[in-house]
């Protein structure tokens, strides 16, 4: 028997009602008397690790499963946290104004590549420790002399007890530590940037939500989608259009997938975080809400910045520019931010990070988000200890990492060539697998130029 994960309504409500505590919801009493009677049928809380599932559901507890999450789903979130796209700008004071379609700005060639190296190596360095919680990165780095993080992680000389307890991400460590690099192993945080490029390649500036929609039917294996994009996913081959794709029964609709989609729509706005967000927001809104469309609006801005910027504080008030003030990533961010300005001890802001975040799953977008934006301020421009402090503060490892190392390495035109691999990315996705990022770079060079002529 097959069972696949995020999918099962039974496996949903669990998350559905961790949803509605986060969003506002969880003090309704209407919210209080679908937990109830979920859980007098015997019904599951959310598994701490997405995709761990108690097993097969007892006779009827999935229709009732399927009754609930209806249920939840007709209940408004109370909290001022858009969604469509003239209301997120509306309540943005400073959203910035979007450049002429001729534009001045031409990205220089070497602040694109360090993007695309940024985000492989960032990417690459957290997935060994993926899933290892913050506690456990720290001993290994320390039991092979790379702690602070300033490398790749390796096995060579780590104890026995150690590798036991914290094993590695088994998916990962054949092809990402240090004694086994070869090239750019496959993960969805350098697919959906390929898909990304795939959607404006095909369509150009004017692509829609089923532009995107369409690209991952014709492209994305339904196998290597997880949390809220399988969710949107099965809502596409069940006849759903967006935004409704990003909401039924969804309850992973504000984790971290569409942040992770959302850099090439920045790199190919060099200095335009604007039409970056705007861009991200019609590639998010397929699978995501709130706060989870915010994380892409976010890292768009942030990544279109870079490409121009002289600093790293530069880069962060673009991102902060596009997302509602009043959200709770922008104050999680902006607490971040404000933490690792202060202290330069990168243990201590991550530990505020925990204190403030820790009941946030380890994909959600607010804890990533922040972490993401303190570790920008923390590495002050450093390539490797962006990525390090990134990697090294725990929740999605790769995730933050990679996005982090985009920016850094669009910041400093380029990434150590230590930091670099043989250049070949592999990927499952039609036409990429065995690209290099020299052509990758090349090609969205070519988005961003084509505007001017």
Known sequence: MIRLTWVQPEDLVGHELRQAAEDGRGTLPEVAAVAGRWHAAGGHDAPPRAGASPGPAPEGLRTLAGELLDELAAIPSPLPEPSELDEIVASCPGWPA????????RPEPARVRGAW???????????????????????IAEATGNWPIRGWFTAKGLPREIAERWPWNRRSAATSLAENIDGVPEDDDLNYALLALTVLE??????????VARTWLDALPAGRVFTAERAAYRNMLAGLEPPATAVHRNPFREWIGALIRADVYGWANPGDPATAAAWAWRDARLS????????????????AQALVAGDVDEVIEAGLSVVPPGSRLADA????????????DFERVADRLYARHGQLHWVHTVNNA??????????????????????AGGWDTDSAAATAGSIAGALAGGVPERWTTRDRLASSLPGFDGVSIESLAARTLALSEGDRR
Request: proline share 2%.
């Open 117 to 139: 190296w940024g985000r492989a190596a960032g990417c690459l360095l957290g997935k060994p420790v993926e899933k290892i919680p913050r506690e456990g990165i720290r001993a």
């Open 98 to 105: 979007s450049r002429a379609r001729a534009r001045q700005v």
């Open 370 to 391: 922040a972490l993401l934006a303190a570790a920008l301020v923390h590495g002050a421009g450093d390539f490797a200890a962006t990525v390090g402090t990134a990697v």
């Open 202 to 211: 095909r369509h150009g500036r004017d692509f829609t939500t089923e532009d």
């Open 288 to 303: 995501h809400t709130a706060n989870g469309i915010y994380g892409a609006m976010f890292a768009a801005a942030m990544c």
């Open 333 to 344: 961010v902006r607490q971040a931010v404000a933490d690792a300005a202060a202290e330069r």
